[in-house]
């Protein structure tokens, strides 16, 4: 019989931390948080439940804190179900948008990650991926016709588009803090490891934390640590982690909503070997004809930087630094738009703010009053945003009434 040890501890196990801020770009704070909370790890593939020798939920998460293991290639893959409308279609369309030149013109090159990986929001997807410790990385998405290829080699990264034959060079970017380098955009977990540990940070005193027997992940033994929020109110219901029973390395993550229903996020390894990967696998030269945009050029032409007035929204003084209400997976970030401004005015949209980016809106929304005033919900089955018409923002994974009842508090 595979071990079931079901005893709980509170967040004291999990190191608990304050979770970093984000800077919430509204109205894509939704495609955005998605996007950090999936990731680049794994989940899947299960056959017969190993027997393993018993262990606790402190012992596992310290096996997950002592993992050094900083070698692996193997594929992954993620399916993702928010509920919306397919991100890569009008989300992505609302981030050339947004981050397009101030002088409402050029796109971002179609290889630049930043636009890129927010396709991994929405759908099923295959990676394949690869680490050689913290200066090699590589990640690729497959799709039927074309490849994605991320690749973090030494001070240089670089990203490849098949389908557009676009490059995205970026030379001496990506630096992680003390040092180390990162391939993937800030806030996007870069390793198995991370997205796990950012589950962990949840676990302050308000959560319920347990060992649920083992599984079998892409050919090796696991145990299964399962956090379970204690709080009402949150959209989270369960996050199951399948821990690598040799080495600590997350193999599989599965984020179940507090709805029932289809995992919100299902991301796990189908394969995987621990060996050194080839050097060859971080190697990258543009192939010929294939247009390279640098990263220092589309700074320096105003790429990657919101314009017109969500401009002014990140760049006013105070907008863009949150003040979160709450603790644990109740947490509620709200942040104050500069000028009282609220949804986009009809003058705004005729400005530039994209037909797709206005549709998603519309889509998600749903009129709420309170004490605070009135406003609109967008909601999705993990991340849900209040819009308040004076101009303010809650933002959190927790239920439509939580937001409000923030909102009145506030």
Do not use: C
């Amino acid at each position: 019989m595979a071990p079931n040890d079901s005893a709980e501890t509170n967040g004291t196990a999990a190191r608990p931390g304050r979770r970093k801020a984000a800077r919430y770009i509204v109205p894509v704070a939704v495609a955005g948080v998605a996007a950090a909370t999936i990731g680049l790890v794994p989940a899947l593939a299960s056959s017969g439940d190993p027997d393993l020798p018993k262990i606790t939920a402190q012992e596992l998460i310290e096996k997950i804190a002592a993992s050094d293991t900083e070698r692996f290639s193997g594929t992954v893959k993620i399916s993702t179900d928010l509920g919306i409308p397919s991100v890569g279609g009008l989300a992505g369309s609302f981030l050339s948008g947004a981050a397009g030149s101030g002088d409402g013109g050029k796109d971002t090159s179609s290889a630049d990650p930043q636009a890129k990986l927010t396709e991994l929001a929405s759908g099923t997807h295959t990676l394949r991926v690869a680490a050689d410790g913290p200066d090699k990385q590589r990640l690729s998405v497959l799709d039927d016709t074309s490849e994605y290829s991320l690749i973090h080699n030494g001070d240089q990264v670089w990203a490849y588009d098949s389908g557009s034959n676009a490059v995205y060079h970026a030379d001496g970017e990506g630096k992680a803090p003390h040092g180390k380098e990162q391939a993937a955009p800030e806030g996007v977990p870069a390793t198995p490891k991370a997205l796990a540990e950012q589950a962990l940070k949840a676990a302050d005193g308000t959560t319920s934390v347990t060992v649920d027997g083992t599984a079998r992940i892409a050919g090796r033994d696991a145990y299964r640590l399962v956090l379970k929020p204690e709080q009402k109110g949150s959209t989270v219901g369960s996050v199951t982690v399948a821990v690598d029973a040799e080495n600590g390395v997350p193999l599989k993550f599965t984020l179940q909503p507090s709805s029932g229903g289809k995992a919100v996020v299902d991301a796990g390894f189908t394969s995987v070997d621990f060996g050194k990967p080839a050097a060859s696998s971080f190697a990258f030269t543009p192939p010929k004809g294939a247009k390279v945009t640098e990263a220092d050029d589309a700074k320096a032409e105003g790429h990657g930087k919101p314009r017109g007035d969500l401009r002014k929204f990140e760049d006013a003084e105070g907008a863009g630094a949150p003040k979160i209400i709450g603790k644990g997976w109740n947490s509620i970030a709200e942040i104050k738009a500069p000028g009282g401004a609220a949804l986009p005015s009809e003058a705004s949209k005729a400005k530039g703010v994209p037909a797709g980016a206005q549709q998603f809106l519309d889509a998600l929304g749903d009129k709420v009053t309170g004490k605070f005033g009135s406003g609109t919900v967008f909601k999705t089955r993990l991340i849900n945003a209040l819009m308040t018409d004076d101009g303010r923002v809650y933002v959190g994974a927790v239920t439509k009434d939580a937001l409000v009842a923030a909102a009145n508090a506030g």
